[in-house]
């Protein structure tokens, strides 16, 4: 029996560092590293990026992207690895709901990227590079109950040592 890939949910933000290359250190790491890293499990198909559907145009708001050639950045994102998550009533009432609970400089973008990590079956975590967002880790609710993972991009724990001492 094939298992499911694990899925995780991208903010835009991401897919900007990956679109831009940017080699931003963080945590003995650079930004585009850790998503390329991501996306080559997802070619393997042991992860899934689910992502707002508010990406699509989100990502352009950089002027690199911006003067990019439309079509290139359009194939960016047809893969079968991408799940594109519509923002539907139910979404935009999650997303008002975080706007409204006083989480200090929330942007509606940001509210949208999060409802959709938290009630989008099976994401286990949302990748981001916003700090703000970063700083929310385990405080919004998944439509389960669980807190919600926020982290930056990866691939998961590494696999316990074969021998220890």
């Known amino acids: 029996m094939a298992t499911s890939p694990r899925r995780v949910c991208w903010d835009a933000c991401t897919w900007i560092a990956l ?19 991501v996306i080559e499990q997802a070619k393997t198909e042991k992860i899934e990026i689910a992502m707002s559907a508010l990406c699509l145009a989100e990502v352009c ?10 079509q290139k950045i359009a194939d960016f994102f047809e893969q ?30 940001d509210a949208c990227h999060l409802a ?5 079956p099976s994401v ?10 970063l700083g929310l880790n385990g405080s919004i609710s998944k439509a389960d109950g669980a807190p919600l993972k926020i982290c930056w991009p990866d691939v998961g724990d590494p696999p316990p040592p074969l021998l220890t001492t």
């Open 80 to 109: 079968d690895y991408l799940l594109l998550v519509n923002i539907d009533k139910d979404m935009g009432e999650r997303a008002r709901q975080l706007m409204m609970a006083g989480i200090p400089k929330l942007k509606p973008a």
């Open 61 to 70: 708001k950089n002027k690199d992207i911006k003067d990019a050639d439309p």
């Open 124 to 133: 286990v975590e949302l990748h981001t590079f916003d700090a703000k967002l």
């Open 116 to 120: 959709t990590a938290a009630m989008t």
């Open 19 to 37: 679109i831009q290359d940017e080699k931003i250190v963080e945590g003995g790491v650079d930004r585009v590293t850790r998503c390329r890293a």
